[in-house]
């Protein structure tokens, strides 16, 4: 189930393909640089969750000045209101790069630090030539099998060599049978399925969230992906 109602979908890829078309052909902000400025942001935490005050309640360019103001750049903001320029929307790649990544990471359910792990925003706006004028099934698809071949690690391997311990270790730390351990390492057995229990024991251990283990599956709903921009 994603994280937040349906309803609220296309009000989120407005909102986000403004937010990124006004940072960077209005405010002069680099893709990158202001991408990385949302990721920290709280904006970011409550996009991912839906809130209408974020996703449908303001405005992208809105966003966009306080992500900027809040990181320190009170004078790109100051510019950009003397000159009244901001407002204007219209598709662009990053306009296109935005609209289209809020709606896979509603339908994927991955936050947007993972999908930024995987497939880097730059990489995203570049995909526009070859996707923007083909739905968002054939973007969602390609997003997909781009995100499986760069994270080839189950997320519980992945936290557990950045955590520095053998599965045996975590075993010990967890309870979970080092068995078991393997066979979620090796998606053998679906840890999107398992127990809660077993599931926080892990976090625990890892010190991480029990939803950071989750691995990634396709959505069905992007089969319903056929609106266009």
């Known amino acids: 189930m994603s994280a937040y109602d349906e309803a609220y979908v296309d009000h ?9 078309q006004t940072a960077v052909r209005e405010l002069g902000v680099p893709l990158v640089d202001f991408y990385a400025m949302f990721l920290a942001s ?11 005050a974020v996703v449908a309640g303001r405005s992208g360019a809105e966003l966009a000045l306080q992500i900027v103001q809040d990181a ?18 219209t598709p662009t790649a990053e306009y296109w790069a935005g609209w289209a990544l809020a709606y896979y ?6 936050s947007f630090a993972r999908i930024e792990a995987a497939v880097a925003i730059g990489e995203v706006a570049a995909m526009y030539d ?51 351990i393997q ?7 679906n840890i999107n399925k398992a127990g809660l229990q077993t599931a926080c024991a892990l976090a625990r251990a890892l010190g991480c969230r029990p939803e950071d283990l989750l691995e990634h599956v396709p959505s069905s709903q992007y089969a319903y992906a056929v609106v266009e921009l």
Request: aromatic share 6%; charged share 25%; proline share 4%.
């Open 183 to 189: 066979q979620y390492e090796q998606r053998q057995k």
């Open 12 to 20: 989120a890829r407005t909102v986000m393909g403004s937010m990124l």
């Open 130 to 180: 070859g996707y923007h004028e083909g739905g968002l099934l054939a973007f969602c698809e390609e997003m997909d099998r781009r995100y499986a071949l760069a994270m080839p690690q189950s997320r519980l391997k992945a936290l557990r060599i950045l955590a520095g311990i053998s599965q045996n270790d975590l075993s010990l730390i967890s309870g979970v049978p080092v068995r078991s």
């Open 72 to 89: 320190g750049h009170q004078d790109v903001v100051r510019f950009a209101l003397a000159s009244g320029r901001l407002g204007r929307v």
């Open 42 to 52: 709280p904006v970011c935490v409550e996009f991912e969750r839906g809130n209408p």
């Open 105 to 110: 990471q509603w339908a994927s359910e991955l």
